[in-house]
């Protein structure tokens, strides 16, 4: 608002639309400036209002248009520990989000539960977790960060035992391994082999990590026993330790 000699002077106002965002006085040089930090997300159609003196009419600027957009935030995900073994205790997710304040909260897929930001692995394979952190009316939502957590099968203890380590042919010995996991409440399961040196005696399904199979066919002399675990979903492969049962003739 200018003018070949006299500058106008007074008050403007600004406008968002209808609405009054402030006024301010007209310097030397017919200038006035606002500064304003509360416009609302979208656009905003900002004019400018100078009532007029004794020498300049009303007068009206035509609209600029400021566009608000919601401000981003980031999150920092601390990778967790990777690869672990099935079995692991409990890892704690820490993450950190951007300056909205809100929470980071955690999705998974894979075999583990989640709870208070704990991870419990249940199972070996692959936990793929993402924090994730929501937008309000100012802040948009951030970017989701995703972690791989590689589990790896763990290796359980493996207990073999004889009825008898010394028995007459013909005689029935029962062999009985017990295999011992490294979560609590869950066992390994499937089958085991029995075997006599290289030889294969014959195979027992665990029930509760225990498995177990009788022979009346040993042979006289020594034989040294042992039992191979063939390993399952979150288990590896592992065999026993040598049992020595002699058989002598009747």
Known sequence: MTGASAKPVGAVTFLNGSATLGTSTLNSNGVATLAISTLPI?????????????NYATATSTATTVTITKATQ?????????????????????????????????????PATLSNGTLTITGAGSVVVTANQ???????AATAVSKTITVNKATPAAGLQASATTAITGSSVTFTVTLTGVATGATPTGTVTFLDGTTSLGTGTLAKGVATYSSTKLATGKHSITAKYAGDSNYLTVASSAVVVTVTSK
Request: glycine share 16%; charged share 5%; aromatic share 8%.
């Open 42 to 54: 979208g656009a905003n159609s900002i004019k400018a209002n100078n009532a007029g003196d004794a």
């Open 134 to 140: 929501a937008g309000n009316g100012n802040y948009a």
């Open 74 to 110: 980031t999150i920092t995900f601390t990778s967790p520990i990777t690869p672990v073994t099935y079995g692991v205790t409990p890892v704690a997710l820490i993450a950190t989000g951007g300056a909205s304040g809100l929470p980071v909260t955690f999705t998974f897929t894979g």
